[in-house]
């Protein structure tokens, strides 16, 4: 007798960090993972994503593998160690994100990764192995960078943006990727004293209020990104000079005003 329930479509998404990626590399664990599977005669759809850095974000992978017919995914944090506060946020955080996108997908979120590793052993293993086998340190070149790294570039801003896990999750490397494609037109933003430097951030706060960035060192912070607000921060800030009231999310007061106060 034959069940009248559709057999899930299932898939596994390892959410590890960007720069966990760059040394284990998250999407070989993945390949590796499904090569397992494989042996075992079983077809599982993989994805990988990253807490923060980076994209692909979460909620876009998940996006991806609904449209593609997946019906249940199971996410496991793949950090080593893992970030105790994954626990905390990522649940409520995901099921907002089925909210809003009227998902239909099951998501279940797996113990993270270290929970299954007996991290001491393996140390332990290293420690007693045999030592002579590695090279004294000294024996490499002496080196603290590259010599053109002394210098510092000619800028007139800094713009920070957000990329912790929060603001990834929320879209924060899309909208770093339209803040440079916009500055790309702009010859005054990309060379000279106006010149206007781009960088990626760990959490700045409040994550509540993000995608978030902050223009340094006018001290102006933007909150709740979307495009459009990235392309008026472009325009009216970064090239002209004055910040849209409707857009700030906070800004510092000058140092003569603090010290007048």
């Known amino acids: 007798m034959t069940s009248s329930h559709p057999v899930p479509v299932r898939a596994i998404v390892l959410y590890g960090r960007a720069s966990f990626d760059q040394?284990?590399?998250v999407k070989a664990l993945a390949a590796a993972l499904a090569d397992l599977h494989a042996a075992r005669g079983e077809t599982?759809?993989?994805?990988?994503?990253?807490?923060?850095?980076?994209?692909?974000?979460?909620?876009?992978?998940?996006a991806e593998l609904e449209r593609a017919g997946v019906t249940e995914a199971l996410v496991i944090p793949s950090m080593v160690p893992a970030d105790p506060s994954l626990s905390a946020w990522l649940p409520g955080a995901l099921s907002h994100w089925a909210g809003t996108q009227g998902a239909g997908m099951t998501v279940r979120l797996a113990p993270?990764?270290?929970?299954?590793?007996?991290?001491?052993?393996?140390?332990?293993?290293?420690?007693?192995?045999?030592?002579?086998?590695?090279?004294?340190?000294r024996e490499t070149d002496p080196s603290l960078g590259k010599p053109g790294w002394s210098a510092i570039p000619e800028h007139g801003r800094q713009v920070f943006v957000c990329v912790g896990a929060r603001c990834l999750?929320?879209?924060?490397?899309?909208?770093?990727?339209?803040?440079?494609?916009?500055m790309k037109g702009h010859r005054a933003l990309n060379a000279g004293p106006r010149r206007v430097m781009c960088a990626r951030t760990s959490c700045l706060y409040p994550c509540n209020r993000g995608p978030?960035?902050?223009?340094?060192?006018?001290?102006?912070?933007?909150?709740?990104?979307?495009?459009?607000?990235?392309?008026?921060?472009?325009?009216?800030?970064?090239?002209t000079g004055c910040?849209?009231?409707?857009?700030?999310?906070?800004r510092n007061p000058p140092p003569e005003e603090t010290a007048m106060g």
């Open 23 to 25: 040394g284990q590399n």
């Open 44 to 62: 599982v759809t993989m994805r990988t994503a990253h807490a923060d850095l980076c994209g692909p974000a979460l909620p876009a992978v998940l």
């Open 112 to 137: 993270p990764v270290e929970s299954a590793l007996d991290l001491p052993a393996a140390l332990d293993r290293i420690a007693a192995g045999p030592a002579e086998r590695l090279a004294d340190v």
């Open 169 to 182: 999750h929320r879209g924060a490397d899309a909208l770093y990727q339209r803040l440079r494609e916009a």
């Open 212 to 239: 978030l960035l902050v223009v340094q060192p006018d001290a102006v912070w933007y909150g709740d990104l979307t495009p459009e607000r990235i392309d008026r921060i472009v325009h009216d800030h970064l090239l």
């Open 243 to 250: 910040p849209s009231k409707e857009d700030v999310l906070h």
